[in-house]
């Protein structure tokens, strides 16, 4: 049953639609969600459902600039440095055919993974793959996405790209949407690829990296953060995973929140900066958001996992399979 339940949730992963992996019952509201506010479930995933940034809470530190520009780029700063990076359209093909910045080169996160469970392939094949897309990753690296209309396929790639030891590397805040209403062009012209040898090998780092194993052993004591909608959070879960929906991180005009939002999004969530912190979504992509905001936000100890729920529920591990009719709120 489980198999079965893996291989529905990795169709719905591929079809971009919210599935539920594992049997469901509807049941009690857990005891220690007596002293916590609920708030009813959000259906759908559009963007007129996004929450506001937080209005209270809000505290800039000193480091907060340099943490943020440590992984996202304004759309100023590519300007001024246009001619000197290679720029990736993290989206499908067919939004890039139709529209993309100039001399971007165009990769999805489907185009570089080695399973069902998107773990990342071999460095040769990695290399290969960037390569043939003309994508020099000797140079210094920036990623774009349409944000809030997307499920965050500009962090991912992001996410392989450092995990893969390619720390020159960056998005762009508010992505293609954000660019174009600051006078940023873009055009339809496929850009040329260049001739490029392909690196062999790279410098993995693990600590970026989390599966399914690990997560089991360390059940009930590793910080778990689950990025998925309200009704896939709400239907079944991770056991004693903490929640917030990715696209609640956005601003509406696609813009990143700031570390000060970031910090008092997840401030009732009990993770202290130099914790651990488990993210997860269904397949490691919306995950991938929360895996560059948090250490924006000052978390040290930040690790995806690729496999996510559907790994999890796809293997003999515990499942959380109460459904409930209301869920945590959050600022």
């Not at 055919?97 to 999805?108: K, R, V, Y």
């Not at 293609?176 to 490029?196: C, D, F, M, N, V």
Request: glycine share 8%.
């Amino acid at each position: 049953m489980r198999l079965a339940a893996a291989a529905l949730a990795i169709q719905a992963l591929a079809a971009g639609a919210p599935l539920w992996a594992g049997a469901s019952q509807e049941g009690p509201l857990p005891d220690n969600w007596e002293s916590i506010e609920l708030r009813d479930i959000r259906k759908g995933s559009g963007e007129e459902i996004v929450l506001d940034p937080p209005a209270t809470g809000l505290v800039t530190r000193p480091e907060d600039q340099a943490n943020f520009d440590s992984f996202i780029w304004s759309a100023e700063k590519l300007k001024a440095n246009y001619d000197k990076v290679v720029i990736i359209d993290a989206r499908a093909s067919g939004p890039y055919d139709s529209e993309h910045l100039p001399g971007a080169f165009q990769i999805n996160w489907r185009d570089a993974i080695a399973d069902k469970y998107n773990t990342p392939p071999s460095d040769e094949e990695i290399g290969r793959i960037f390569a043939g897309r003309g994508i020099d990753l000797t140079k210094t690296i920036v990623v774009y996405n349409d944000p809030l209309a997307g499920s965050a396929e500009e962090t991912r790639i992001l996410w392989l790209l450092r995990y893969i030891g390619i720390t020159d590397s960056y998005v762009l805040n508010g992505g293609i949407k954000y660019w174009k209403a600051h006078g940023g062009e873009t055009t339809r012209s496929k850009t040329p690829k260049p001739q490029l040898t392909p690196l062999a090998s790279f410098n993995r780092n693990e600590r970026l990296l989390i599966g399914t194993s690990e997560i089991a052993s360390r059940l009930g004591s590793l910080n778990l953060f689950d990025a998925r909608s309200d009704e896939e959070f709400a239907k079944s879960r991770i056991p004693g995973a903490k929640f917030a929906w990715f696209k609640d991180f956005y601003h509406k005009d696609g813009a990143y929140f700031t570390p000060a939002e970031t910090r008092a999004r997840v401030s009732g969530f009990g993770f202290q900066e130099n914790d651990e912190v488990a993210v997860y979504c269904l397949g490691g992509i919306r995950s991938s958001l929360l895996f560059v905001l948090l250490q924006t936000a000052g978390f040290s100890d930040v690790r995806n996992y690729c496999a996510s729920f559907s790994g999890w529920s796809g293997t003999d591990q515990q499942l959380d399979a109460v459904s409930y009719p209301k869920i945590p709120a959050y600022k």
